[in-house]
């Protein structure tokens, strides 16, 4: 009986499943364009649009957009998974002199993990949302001038932050 139950809590795989880390406390992230001219932010992520990268205190990259990936809370379920599909996003969006773009930020970063147990025709590897740990994270926002529409090339602006994640509560970086 207690193998039954031990079975039970831990799964068919004999592995815990993966799960999400609850949000952080939230950080505003600002950009504000301080130029005399309209600026194309760059977008950083496959589907969806962030105008930012966010570095950890170690160097490493963080991912704030889960992309296309599929969760690994929903790759447990039982209904097969659907196929990913393209993302319509703009590479950039435009951002008019004095206007800001704002987003906020839960303390939490994707990370990729393999999870036994999935759905019919789910990935092993899945994404879950990790609450990374209080300290200084670098951010940094680039863009185009003078274009419309497709901005080509390399950025011409870019400005980078530090935020103290457990303890900031907003971060503006102003592009000049």
Do not use: I, K
């Not at 809590?9 to 950009?31: H, N, R, W």
């Not at 589907?47 to 160097?59: E, I, M, T, W, Y």
């Not at 939490?108 to 200084?136: F, K, L, Y």
Request: aromatic share 4%.
């Amino acid at each position: 009986m207690r193998a039954l139950l031990v079975l039970l809590l831990v799964g068919c795989s004999g592995a815990p499943p993966v799960q999400s880390d609850p949000p952080g406390p939230s950080v505003e992230l600002v950009v504000v364009n301080a130029t005399d001219q309209t600026v194309h932010l760059v977008n950083t992520v496959s589907c969806g649009f962030d105008a930012l990268d966010v570095v950890a205190p170690d160097g490493r990259p963080m991912r704030r957009n889960a992309g296309q990936s599929h969760s690994c809370e929903w790759t447990r379920g039982t209904d097969p998974c659907p196929v990913a599909g393209a993302c319509m996003n703009p590479p950039t969006q435009a951002l008019e002199p004095g206007q800001r773009w704002s987003t906020t930020w839960d303390g939490r970063a994707v990370e990729t993990r393999h999870q036994e147990a999935t759905a019919p025709g789910c990935p092993s590897d899945c994404s879950v949302w990790v609450r990374v740990a209080d300290g200084a994270y670098r951010v940094r926002a680039r863009a185009h001038t003078g274009c419309e529409g497709e901005c080509t090339g390399e950025p011409g602006l870019e400005v980078t932050g530090t935020v103290r994640v457990g303890s900031d509560r907003q971060l503006e970086l102003t592009l000049r």
